[in-house]
């Protein structure tokens, strides 16, 4: 049904949305990963900051010979906000990490559809941005989808739970 709403809005837009589907593949692959890896958290993120240590400079280095790089050309304060993103992006990462583990991949899929939905909701009430009834459409056929799929899975989750905590049968019972 979801894949339907994205169709049904890729058709109305007239084109592919490729970034939004790499954005999306990308992202999911990188939650699976992180289900699957047997680092935790925290040495997880390490590694991967290691892995993107030397680009990252390079790529600092190479625009500060350019003439655009950022620290130390407008202040102190643009400095300390510059340097603090880093933390503004370790810890939600780290957070992530640490929450892969331990819910199921499922939710995890599920979770992925809050922040674009709050950035549409801000877009639409915020900014006032137009919304129509094609978008409105193809957004309802996706989260009737999402809500059904959670839906079910819930249901899925109780009638486990009534299974594992139901009363055994009492012995004297069995034997008549």
Not at 21 to 32: C, K
Not at 108 to 131: C, D, K, N, R, W
Request: proline letters at 5%; hydrophobic letters at 55%.
């Amino acid at each position: 049904i979801a894949t339907a709403g994205v169709l049904f809005l890729t058709i109305s837009y007239g084109q592919l949305p490729w970034i939004a589907l790499v954005l999306a593949l990308t992202f999911g692959f990188y939650g699976l990963l992180k289900k699957r890896a047997r680092l935790n958290a925290l040495h997880g993120l390490a590694l991967e900051t290691a892995f993107m240590f030397l680009p990252a400079l390079a790529l600092l280095l190479f625009r500060e010979t350019q003439g655009a790089g950022g620290i130390g050309h407008f202040g102190t304060g643009m400095d300390l906000l510059l340097l603090s993103t880093g933390v503004a992006t370790v810890v939600p990462l780290f957070w992530f990490a640490s929450a892969a583990r331990r819910i199921p991949l499922s939710l995890l899929g599920i979770l992925q559809y809050v922040a674009p939905t709050l950035q549409f909701m801000v877009g639409l009430f915020v900014f006032h941005e137009p919304f129509s009834q094609t978008k409105l459409l193809g957004f309802t056929v996706i989260w009737m989808a999402l809500l059904w799929f959670w839906g079910e899975g819930m249901l899925h989750r109780q009638r486990g739970i009534r299974a594992t905590h139901a009363p055994l049968p009492d012995a004297s019972c069995a034997e008549s």
